[in-house]
C-alpha cells in the first residue's frame, strides 16, 4: 500500500518512511539535472539568490522533452542520481528535503542524507510516457537558456517513487 | 549504377527516429511479457508490468517512451552499384534534426563536450558505414540513451586471461551499473580486432535481432553461457533485484593481434528503440557519361 506525500515536505511526513516503501506525491516539485545543480551551487557559493524558495522542497532530476501543443509535459522520467552527488549537500544545507532520481549514489551520500534528515526516492526510469501522466502543470520558472535542462515547476498528482535513502541513511542499495 | 533519392533517405530517417522513440519492437514486449510471467521477486514484477504499461501509454498517447530520446546512432549498409551525387552523412542528419524538432523530442546533444553548448536539434548523428553487393542502401538507426551508454566499458585484455576473463568482465560491468543502465537490458559484447574496433562491434551487437544465433561457435557458446550469468546476478529490473537483469546477449568477434584481447561492452537500457529501413536504389541512365 503507497504512502501519500504531500509537499511541501515536514519532517513528520518522512521520519516513519522505510527504504523499499512505495510514496504516491502530490503538489509542486522542481525539476534540475546537471547544468542546473551547478548554476545553483554557484549561486550559492556567490551569496545569491535561489531561483526558488528551496526549503522543504523535492527537486526531481529530469530532462523532459518539450511538450506537443495538447500536453502539459513530454515524457519526463528520472535520470541517473549519482551525478548530482556533488551538488546536493549544498542545496540539503539551504533546506532541500527530497531528491527523486534513478539509480543509486555514492556510499558517503547516505550520511549526507541523515545529517539533513533528508529522503532520496527513486522514480522508475525509462517510463517517462507513463510518469507524464502525473503532471498537470508545469512552469518553467529559472534558467530558460538550458532548454530541457532549465528549472520547472511541476505540479503532480500522485507521481509514485520508491523510497532509496530514507532520513536515517538507509539505503536500498 | 543506381541512385537512392536524398529526399528518400531524410524522409525515411525522420519517419523512423519518430516511430522508434515511442515504439519497441514486437521481440521487446514479447521479452518483457515473458519475463513478467516468470519473474519471482514482486518488484521486480511490478517494475516489468509499469515498462509495458508505459509502452501502452506511448503508443497511444504519442508520447516518447523515455524523456532521454538519445545521441542518434547510424549504421548503412551502402550497395556497391550506388552512386550519390549528394553528402548522405549531411542528409541523415536532415533526417534527424527535422524529427527532433518537428516531433517535440529532447535535444540531448551539445557541439563540444568541454563547453556544453547544446546543437539545438540532436545532430550531428554518430554515422559508421561499410560497403555491400549489390543497388540496395540500408539505414539501421537507434536513438541510445546516455544512461546505458555511460555504464558502457572497454578493456584490453592480456590474452592469458582468455574466456573467464571475458566473462568475469562482462559480469562486473553489469553488476557495476546496476540501475543506473536501466535494466532489464540487451547487452551487446565486442571481442577482438583492436581499441575501436571492439567497441563498434559490440555497439552492432545491440542492434541485433533478439532471436539472431550467431554461426559463430564461440560466439554463440558464450552467448548462452553470459545470458544465464548475467540473470544470476540478482541486478533486476532498476537494479532492485530480481531474475530479469538482461532479455539478451549477443556477441561479435573479429581477428585480433596475439598480444591483445580487446573487450566492450555496449548496454542497451530496457528502452531498446531501433528501427531499420531498405532502399532500392533505381537505375539511372548514364549513357552521356560514356
Known amino acids: 500500500m503507497e504512502k501519500k506525500l504531500t509537499t511541501p515536505i515536514t519532517d513528520d511526513q ?49 530532462g523532459p522533452t518539450p511538450a506537443k501543443p495538447n500536453q502539459v509535459i513530454g515524457s519526463c522520467g528520472p535520470t541517473s542520481a549519482y551525478r548530482m552527488d556533488k551538488y546536493s549537500p549544498y542545496l540539503m544545507e539551504k533546506g532541500l528535503k527530497v531528491m527523486i532520481g534513478k539509480g543509486d549514489r555514492s556510499i558517503e551520500f547516505n550520511d549526507v542524507v541523515k545529517k539533513y534528515k533528508g529522503m532520496y526516492l527513486l522514480a522508475i526510469g525509462g517510463i517517462g510516457a507513463k510518469l507524464s501522466q502525473c503532471v498537470v502543470e508545469n512552469e518553467l520558472i529559472a534558467y530558460p537558456e538550458l532548454q530541457s535542462e532549465a528549472i520547472r515547476k511541476l505540479k503532480v498528482i500522485d507521481f509514485p517513487a520508491i523510497v532509496a535513502i530514507d532520513c536515517n541513511g538507509n539505503s536500498i542499495y | 549504377m543506381y541512385k537512392v533519392e536524398r529526399k528518400d533517405v531524410i524522409e525515411n530517417v525522420k519517419r523512423m527516429m519518430l516511430y522508434s522513440v515511442q515504439t519497441l519492437h514486437k521481440e521487446v514486449i514479447d521479452a518483457f511479457e515473458k519475463a513478467s510471467d516468470e519473474e519471482n521477486n514482486p518488484l521486480a514484477k511490478s517494475i516489468l508490468d509499469k515498462i509495458l504499461e508505459n509502452h501502452e501509454i506511448a503508443n497511444s498517447k504519442d508520447i516518447p517512451l523515455c524523456q532521454d530520446t538519445g545521441i542518434v546512432v547510424c549504421f548503412l549498409e551502402i550497395g556497391r552499384e550506388l552512386v550519390f551525387d549528394y553528402d548522405l552523412e549531411e542528409a541523415i542528419n536532415v533526417g534527424v534534426s527535422q524529427a527532433y524538432i518537428d516531433g517535440y523530442l529532447r535535444k ?183
Open chain 2, 108 to 290: 540531448s546533444i551539445v557541439r563540444h563536450p568541454l563547453n556544453r553548448i547544446n546543437t539545438m536539434d540532436n545532430t550531428p548523428a554518430v554515422i559508421h558505414h561499410q560497403f555491400i553487393p549489390g543497388n540496395k542502401l540500408i539505414i539501421h538507426i537507434a536513438p541510445k540513451g546516455g544512461g546505458s551508454e555511460n555504464m558502457s566499458t572497454l578493456r584490453m585484455l592480456s590474452p592469458s586471461e582468455g574466456r573467464d576473463g571475458v566473462i568475469n568482465f562482462v559480469l562486473e560491468t553489469i553488476k557495476n551499473a546496476g540501475g543506473r543502465a536501466c535494466p532489464p537490458l540487451i547487452v551487446g559484447v565486442g571481442i577482438g580486432g583492436n581499441f575501436e574496433k571492439c567497441a563498434w562491434l559490440a555497439k552492432k551487437a545491440i542492434l541485433r535481432p533478439l532471436d539472431d544465433v550467431t554461426e559463430n561457435e564461440i560466439d554463440r557458446n558464450l552467448e548462452i553461457e553470459l545470458m544465464d550469468k548475467i540473470n544470476k546476478l540478482d541486478v533486476g529490473p532498476m537494479g532492485l533485484g530480481g531474475n530479469t537483469t538482461c532479455i539478451g546477449v549477443k556477441v561479435n568477434s573479429y581477428p585480433c593481434h596475439i598480444a591483445s584481447l580487446p573487450v566492450a561492452v555496449n548496454l542497451q537500457c530496457h528502452s531498446a528503440r531501433k528501427d531499420e529501413v531498405i532502399l532500392v536504389g533505381k537505375e539511372i541512365n548514364n549513357t552521356n557519361n560514356r
Open chain 1, 14 to 62: 518522512i521520519k516513519d518512511l522505510k527504504i523499499g516503501d512505495e510514496v504516491l506525491i502530490t503538489g509542486y516539485i522542481f525539476t534540475a539535472r546537471d547544468s542546473a545543480h551547478k548554476l545553483m551551487v554557484e549561486a550559492i557559493q556567490n551569496n545569491e539568490e535561489l531561483p526558488f524558495d528551496i526549503k522543504n522542497q523535492i527537486i526531481y532530476y529530469v
